[in-house]
């Protein structure tokens, strides 16, 4: 099943490059936090009673990870992506299928178990029509989980780290939290006009809090994810930098239930 898909937040532009950061088992973070944090979340039993909608997949690195028994359906809006998580070893139960989240999902099954959307919330206008697909396609009682960049802390353009020079405290700076915001990204920086753009929108939490009401959602459990790295040094810069990393959240994980 394919649709043609006009998503100006697509990251088909992205894609390639995308693919070979993530590559088969994930980046850094996928595998030492995202994904193994998101699995118990999910708790998903080896049945093939479990099915997972994943929505705004990429190259289905979630899928990979998942137990093989599993019913999987991935959906994107970038065509290469969906190309890519194709390409990739997977079981016959799962399937990879070319489509806007924020539309309506041309879909027979609408009782998967779990449905998820793994660090792309941020990269969606409209994140309310991706909970009233996620709602529709649920059985009841289904769980949701949605794991962003921490919205608290980690705003393009709008958050950076700063060092206080009396306390030698390296801390999180914030211009803005409370407005809703949109924000071009560049993938290659260096490229200038050349580099492809992809689109980071930033609401605060009380605004995905209340979309998850609106489309028929409670909250099970919100959990906060810190950096696992630690800077080699042993001088103040590393002190600091890891004292930073243990008390500033990268990610943040709202796990919900359709009620």
């Not at 599993?70 to 190309?83: C, E, M, Q, S, V």
């Not at 799962?94 to 989240?101: G, P, R, Y």
């Not at 780290?161 to 809703?180: A, F």
Request: charged share 20%.
């Amino acid at each position: 099943m394919h649709k043609n898909s006009n998503n100006p937040t697509s990251w088909q532009s992205s894609g390639r490059w995308y693919d070979t950061i993530v590559g088969k088992k994930g980046h850094h973070y996928h595998q030492t936090i995202i994904i193994p944090k998101s699995l118990k979340l999910l708790a998903i039993e080896n049945s093939s009673k479990s099915a997972l909608l994943d929505l705004a997949c990429g190259q289905g690195v979630l899928s990979r990870h998942l137990p093989n028994q599993t019913i999987y359906t991935g959906l994107d809006a970038a065509k290469d992506l969906i190309r890519s998580a194709d390409q990739y070893k997977h079981p016959k139960n799962h399937e990879f299928i070319h489509a806007d989240v924020t539309k309506e999902l041309h879909l027979k099954k609408q009782d998967y178990t779990h449905a998820s959307i793994i660090l792309a919330l941020q990269n969606i206008q409209e994140p309310v029509k991706v909970f009233k697909n996620a709602h529709s396609h649920l059985c009841s009682q289904g769980k949701f989980l949605i794991i962003l960049n921490h919205p608290c802390f980690r705003i393009p353009r709008q958050s950076s780290w700063q060092i206080d020079p009396n306390t030698k405290i390296r801390y999180r700076r914030m211009d803005c939290y409370m407005s809703s915001m949109q924000i071009p990204i560049q993938t290659h920086p260096s490229q200038g006009k050349n580099s492809p753009t992809t689109w980071s929108f930033h609401h605060p939490l009380s605004q995905y809090f209340a979309w998850l009401n609106e489309t028929g959602f409670s909250i099970l459990n919100v959990e906060e994810w810190c950096s696992d790295k630690t800077s080699e040094g042993k001088g103040i810069a590393a002190k600091m930098e890891n004292k930073s990393r243990q008390e500033i959240p990268l990610f943040m994980a709202i796990l919900a239930s359709k009620k």
